[in-house]
């Protein structure tokens, strides 16, 4: 079945950086455009990065773009989501995403807090 496990979540402060990974299996990645999205406290989940099959292109939501990054590894099913100067605003849950035949799939979840 399909499976995305998210990590590299974290307490971070103001300007700080992290590296979230997503980890997919149960499907063949390679085909497959890939998706982070976030849930805030209080707010809705959105749309934060997409990568497509081979690495380019990709899409950012304006509050991310030019802070954020997103690749993968095609070779190790993983995908990357580089985060530098990173803000309050960015604390929330990011979650790992596929698209299969009109269903979504989603990991579990991982939390990023950034404070001071």
């Known amino acids: 079945q399909v499976q995305l496990v998210e990590s590299g979540g974290g307490l971070v402060q103001p300007g700080g950086s992290l590296r979230l990974s997503c980890v997919a299996s149960?499907?063949?990645?390679?085909?497959?455009?890939i998706n982070w999205y976030r849930q805030g406290p209080g707010k809705e989940r959105e749309l934060v990065a997409s990568?497509?099959?081979?690495?380019?292109?990709?899409r950012y939501a304006d509050s991310v773009k030019g802070r954020f990054t997103i690749s993968r590894d095609n070779a190790k099913n993983t995908v990357h989501l580089q985060m530098n100067s990173l803000k309050p605003e960015d604390t929330a849950v990011y979650y790992c995403?596929?698209?299969?035949?009109?269903?979504?799939?989603w990991g579990q979840g991982t939390q990023v807090t950034v404070s001071s």
């Open positions: 995403n596929v698209r299969r035949y009109m269903q979504d799939y």
């Open positions: 149960g499907f063949t990645f390679t085909v497959y455009s």
């Open positions: 990568i497509s099959t081979g690495g380019t292109p990709t």
